[in-house]
């Protein structure tokens, strides 16, 4: 199992927005950066654990958790031309862009801050601290033991 740290602007789409999908599942779509679409294609998979990040916010924070429940396939709104994901190079039988399906597993009592992220030593090596604009990204197990434990707080 690995761990995973999603990014989404909570106006475009929100931790509670999966949580108020059918079966509180929702496909984690229009990831258009290749070293993102790298970690969904070829190392997101069943089972993994999701942080939940908010961005582009006032308060930018991890506000959750989720499970990948589908392993990556093609991203549909690549083929579809009234998409704002539609990629006309992007051909059926050589997709260019992937998704995978999440199960929203709970929300945070507090959300935890990007700035706090930033100062606790123990998540000085994150991903998030060092690269980021990254939308996709790994987490370290012990990362994501002591974020889960600071949302619980």
């Given at each position: 199992m690995n761990y995973w740290l999603?990014?989404?602007e909570p106006d475009e789409y929100s931790i509670r927005d999966l949580?108020?999908?059918?079966?509180?599942?929702g496909r984690w779509d229009g990831i258009r950066n290749y070293?993102?679409?790298n970690f969904l294609r070829d190392r997101v998979q069943k089972g993994d654990c999701v942080l939940f990040y908010h961005s582009?916010?006032?308060?930018?924070?991890v506000v959750g958790t989720a499970k990948v429940v589908r392993a990556a396939y093609p991203d549909?709104?690549?083929f579809d031309s009234g998409s704002k994901?539609?990629?006309p190079k992007a051909r059926g039988d050589k997709p260019r862009w992937y998704c995978v399906d999440i199960r929203w597993q709970s929300e945070f009592a507090?959300?935890?801050?990007?700035?706090?992220?930033k100062q606790?030593?123990?998540?000085?090596?994150?991903?998030?601290v060092k690269q980021g604009r990254l939308s996709i990204q790994p987490v370290r197990p012990e990362e994501w033991k002591t974020i889960v434990a600071l949302g619980s707080m």
């Open positions: 999603f990014k989404s949580a108020a999908e059918p079966g509180q599942t070293q993102a679409r582009a916010c006032k308060v930018p924070a549909p709104a690549q994901y539609f990629d507090r959300p935890v801050p990007l700035t706090e992220i606790n030593p123990d998540l000085a090596e994150m991903v998030l």
